[in-house]
């Protein structure tokens, strides 16, 4: 009998057997590395925002230090003062920017969090459904 007329032997069921058993694995790691992914990008994104806000209050205070050690008279000082006005307003307007861009930002990650959960849950069931036997008709 030459090696090619053999019929499968135990190892060929073994190897269907250990496929069959990792199945479920492979989803597992398919969803860590989606998970990883979401968690980087996002933090790539909130850091930039941070970094961003970051810039403008010291550009900000920078600015204001300036104008401050240009006081040399009242006149400076009240100049200095409705330039410190402005500067708070500006830098509330900018605060509410950077919390809707946040609030923005954080309904995008739930959202990307709620379609990876369904798709983990859709994959979790798939593979216990096609493993029960079924009865004979």
Same mark, same amino acid.
């Given at each position: #009998?030459?090696?090619?007329?053999?019929?499968?032997?135990?190892?060929?069921?073994?190897?269907?057997?250990?496929?069959?058993?990792?199945?479920?694995?492979?989803?597992?790691?398919?969803?860590?590395?989606?998970?990883?992914?979401?968690?980087?990008?996002?933090?790539?994104?909130?850091?930039?925002?941070?970094?961003?806000?970051?810039?403008?209050?010291?550009?900000?205070?920078?600015?204001?230090?300036?104008?401050?050690?240009?006081?040399?008279?009242?006149?400076?000082?009240?100049?200095?003062?409705?330039?410190?006005?402005?500067?708070? #307003?500006?830098?509330?307007?900018?605060?509410?920017?950077?919390?809707?861009?946040?609030?923005?930002?954080?309904?995008?990650?739930?959202?990307?969090?709620?379609?990876?959960?369904?798709?983990?849950?859709?994959?979790?069931?798939?593979?216990?459904?096609?493993?029960?036997?079924?009865?004979?008709?």
């Amino acid at each position: #009998m030459s090696a090619h007329n053999h019929k499968p032997t135990g190892d060929t069921t073994m190897h269907d057997l250990s496929n069959s058993l990792m199945e479920p694995w492979k989803n597992s790691m398919t969803v860590a590395v989606e998970t990883n992914r979401l968690a980087l990008d996002n933090f790539q994104k909130l850091s930039t925002l941070q970094m961003k806000m970051l810039r403008s209050c010291m550009d900000l205070g920078i600015e204001r230090l300036k104008a401050a050690s240009e006081i040399k008279d009242a006149e400076g000082l009240l100049a200095f003062q409705a330039g410190q006005i402005e500067a708070t #307003m500006s830098l509330s307007e900018k605060l509410i920017d950077e919390g809707k861009a946040l609030a923005d930002l954080s309904e995008g990650i739930m959202a990307e969090c709620s379609k990876l959960t369904g798709e983990v849950i859709g994959q979790s069931s798939q593979p216990l459904r096609s493993q029960v036997p079924r009865k004979a008709a």
